[in-house]
């Protein structure tokens, strides 16, 4: 990754799902990706835009979790997190595991039972390509993650799991109300994403979850786009503080988000 990135900033994503084949098709048309498979590494799918890997994929063959986009944040040591997580009332669902020469990867429950990825990169750092988002601008990297954002119940006691098991610093609160609690991952750019209080709208019975917001340069092109693919529409486009924004999700019923300047 760049020298920008700290322990705990978000340097990976990657997509778990049941139709690999459709995934690439529908991510391919939305974001102008291509796609490199690897056996060595169980089939596991490399997505590229302009030839610079923005994220990953794997089949999801029903043994393991829901099929979702995996948030993974940074560490130097995937091993000493994974203790962190256990000490701090996580949970390890995949203990750390070499992937050759090209890093280390683990992933947990957090103390809010939503699910987070660990990487410690070995030869692959993590994004190639990664959008940039500040003061409600989006820097142009069409189809790269440019905003990761975890949804909890759990608020407090998250920004306490992530400050003790992955290193925040200094996370920026934005808002501190009881209709809006949002607080970024450290106060100075690149901010990368943020933590918000979700216990208001979450469905009953889910715990949270992470969201990757992907850039685009039309936001109201790209949801038309997503309905065009079979993809649905959680939450139309509007414009925000922060961007345009819409929430979607792929046919196979896994969300993502999509950010953008605001309408002209």
Do not use: C
């Amino acid at each position: 990754m760049s020298d920008s990135t700290r322990p705990g900033d978000p340097v990976w994503t990657d997509l778990f799902t049941t139709d690999t084949d459709g995934a690439i098709a529908f991510y391919g048309e939305l974001f102008g990706w291509t796609a490199e498979v690897a056996p060595e590494h169980g089939d596991y799918i490399t997505f590229r835009k302009d030839g610079k890997a923005v994220a990953g994929g794997m089949r999801n063959d029903g043994s393991g979790g829901p099929s979702q986009w995996m948030v993974y944040l940074d560490t130097p040591d995937v091993e000493r997190t994974a203790e962190a997580v256990a000490a701090s009332g996580g949970m390890v669902v995949m203990p750390p595991m070499a992937v050759g020469d090209l890093g280390k990867f683990a992933i947990f429950g957090d103390n809010g039972g939503v699910g987070i990825g660990a990487w410690e990169s070995g030869t692959m750092g993590g994004f190639e390509l990664r959008g940039i988002v500040g003061d409600g601008h989006w820097d142009g990297h069409v189809g790269a993650p440019s905003w990761f954002e975890l949804h909890t119940r759990t608020y407090d006691d998250a920004l306490k799991f992530y400050r003790e098991v992955f290193g925040w610093q200094d996370p920026f609160t934005i808002g501190d109300t009881p209709e809006f609690r949002y607080t970024t991952i450290h106060s100075t750019t690149p901010m990368l994403g943020g933590v918000m209080d979700a216990t208001t709208f979450l469905p009953p019975g889910v715990p949270g979850y992470w969201t990757v917001y992907f850039g685009v340069e039309d936001v109201d092109a790209s949801v038309r786009k997503v309905a065009e693919l079979g993809g649905t529409i959680l939450r139309p486009a509007e414009d925000t503080p922060y961007g345009r924004l819409a929430a979607v999700t792929d046919p196979t019923g896994v969300q993502f988000s999509l950010g953008g300047n605001k309408s002209a």
